[in-house]
């Protein structure tokens, strides 16, 4: 089974802190992604990654800034947190491209508190 | 314009019975995916079933379906003999040709509650 590992559930940060989320995937897949979810919003992509080294902002990149330098790791930095990022983060993988089936794969979230 | 639609913020359904999840989407793209998720209180995601624009018939993965009308632009997850474990968020999302796995579209979501 492909396991997407997020390694921090619940997260409490206070305004201005620097802010680490790690996610870790066992399936050697290329692509990986950082969602964030709130209600009545859905998921929106901040960041995602198709190669080491390599990322391309999403929908919501503003206040964020993304890490992989490893294929099997992707981390998502809150350079100064702010009350505003209060959110559940959503860590996902996939394969390299192989048509629209391409299912992702979900790690169990993080929830983060800014105060 | 909202690419997906899911009207229904929450949904209750008896034990045993059969419940509709309604998602509509919008897509100038002739080929297209779509996609439902399953999201229980614990946080994962959870993949359900896969539609494909082209594909002729109907998807199905045991008590999952998908009532596909491309015409109408919906793709509704129907959940067959519901169980109390069923009881999660049902998100559907959409991945159009020309982008990233990742970059699918997805819904507001729907709270399904399943009754004893």
């Known amino acids: 089974d492909v396991k997407v590992t997020q390694s921090s559930r619940y997260l409490v940060k206070r305004t201005g802190e620097k802010v680490f989320l790690e996610c870790v995937q066992d399936?050697?897949?290329?692509?990986m992604f950082w969602y964030r979810q709130d209600p009545g919003l859905g998921l929106r992509l901040i960041y995602f990654s198709y190669d080491v080294k390599m990322k391309e902002k999403g929908d919501i990149p503003e206040g964020y800034s993304v890490s992989r330098e490893k294929k099997e790791r992707f981390s998502l930095i809150l350079e100064s947190a702010s009350t505003n990022q209060t959110s559940m983060y959503l860590c996902a993988s996939s394969p390299h491209d192989r048509g629209l089936g391409n299912t992702i794969y979900f790690g169990e979230g993080s929830w983060l508190t800014v105060v | 314009a909202q690419k997906i639609t899911q009207t229904q913020p929450g949904m209750f359904v008896q034990e045993k019975e059969a419940v509709t999840l309604d998602c509509t989407y919008d897509t100038s793209d002739p080929s297209y995916g779509l996609f439902w998720y399953k999201q229980p209180s614990s946080g994962e995601m959870i993949f359900l079933i896969y539609?494909?624009?082209?594909?002729?018939q109907n998807a199905t993965e045991g008590r999952y379906s998908l009532n596909f009308q491309k015409a109408r632009k919906s793709a509704n997850l129907v959940i067959s003999a519901s169980q109390l474990g069923d009881s999660a968020m049902y998100f559907c999302?959409?991945?159009?040709?020309?982008?990233?796995?990742?970059?699918?579209?997805f819904g507001d979501g729907t709270t399904l509650t399943v009754k004893p």
């Open positions: 539609q494909g624009s082209y594909d002729q």
């Open positions: 399936m050697d897949h290329e692509n």
């Open positions: 999302a959409m991945r159009e040709s020309n982008t990233n796995a990742g970059k699918s579209t």
